[in-house]
């Protein structure tokens, strides 16, 4: 059974940081790419970050490019996002999706997980 599991999310303030975690069980995890998307009420989902199988290639949206990380490790099956220089405009759920095809679009992506809540104050 496919489960992807993230954590790390929470209240903080405006400033701050947050490492999100996201475990993957079920699947071949280092054939997959991993992505980050977010959704904010009333909004629709949209793409934050997106890394390579092996990691040699990653992705961000220009409103996080410089202030998030992404990252993997394949023997943990687990990816990361690290958020700094958090802002207001970041609150939303943050959802990990993994999938075979590497990008910023959600359609690429098979498995999804529930989600994690960031907010952020000001």
């Known amino acids: 059974q496919v489960q992807l599991v993230e954590s790390g999310g929470g209240l903080v303030q405006a400033g701050g940081s947050l490492r999100l975690s996201c475990a993957a069980s079920g699947f071949t995890f280092s054939n997959y790419a991993m992505g980050w998307f977010r959704q904010a009420p009333g909004k629709e989902r949209e793409f934050v970050a997106a890394?390579?199988?092996?990691?040699?290639?990653?992705y961000y949206a220009d409103s996080v490019k410089g202030r998030f990380t992404i990252a993997r490790d394949n023997a943990k099956n687990t990816v990361f996002l690290q958020m700094n220089s958090l802002k207001p405009e970041d609150t939303a759920v943050y959802f990990c999706?993994?999938?075979?095809?590497?990008?910023?679009?959600?359609?690429?992506?098979?498995?999804w997980g529930q989600g994690t809540q960031v907010t952020v104050s000001s």
């Open positions: 890394i390579s199988w092996s990691g040699g290639n990653t």
């Open positions: 999706a993994a999938g075979l095809a590497e990008g910023w679009v959600a359609s690429l992506y098979d498995y």
